[in-house]
C-alpha cells in the first residue's frame, strides 16, 4: 500500500473511535473505557500522521514517542490520555479524566480533518 492509503486506512479506524466516543458522552460511561478509546484514537492519529511522512511509524503505543518521531509536542491535556493505553485496562484504582470529554474529542476530531485534508 502507499503511504495514502496507509494512512486512509489509519483514519477509517480513528473515525470508528470517535463514533463509539460521541456515543458514551454519558458521565456514567466509565472513564477508563472512555479514556482507553481515546487514547487509541490519538495513538491512530499520531501514526497515520507519521504515515503521511512517508515513514513508518514506530511500533508502540507510547505517544510521547510518536509525538518526538513526528517533532510536535502534544498538548497536555492530550498526554493525559497516556495512562489509558495500559494502566487504566489492567489496574486497579480511579484513572478520572482531567480534561472534560467534549473537550478532548473536539481536539481530536479537529486533528482529524487536519489529516483528511492532508489526504485530500
Not at 489509519?10 to 456515543?23: D, E, G, T
Not at 458514551?24 to 497515520?48: I, R, S, T, V
Amino acid at each position: 500500500m502507499s503511504p495514502a492509503e496507509d494512512a486512509a486506512l489509519l483514519l477509517r479506524i480513528v473515525r470508528r473511535h470517535l463514533q463509539a466516543l460521541r456515543l458514551n458522552l454519558d458521565p456514567a460511561y466509565p472513564d477508563e473505557e472512555w479514556g482507553f478509546q481515546a487514547q487509541q484514537a490519538l495513538e491512530q492519529l499520531l501514526k497515520a500522521a507519521v504515515v503521511l511522512r512517508n515513514q513508518a511509524p514506530e511500533r508502540t503505543h507510547v505517544l510521547e514517542q510518536l509525538a518526538r518521531q513526528l517533532g510536535e509536542p502534544l498538548p497536555a491535556e492530550l498526554m493525559q490520555l497516556q495512562v489509558y493505553a495500559v494502566e487504566a485496562c489492567y489496574e486497579e484504582g480511579s484513572f478520572a479524566l482531567e480534561t472534560p470529554r467534549g473537550q478532548l474529542l473536539a481536539e481530536l476530531e479537529r486533528r482529524l480533518v487536519v489529516l483528511e485534508e492532508q489526504l485530500s
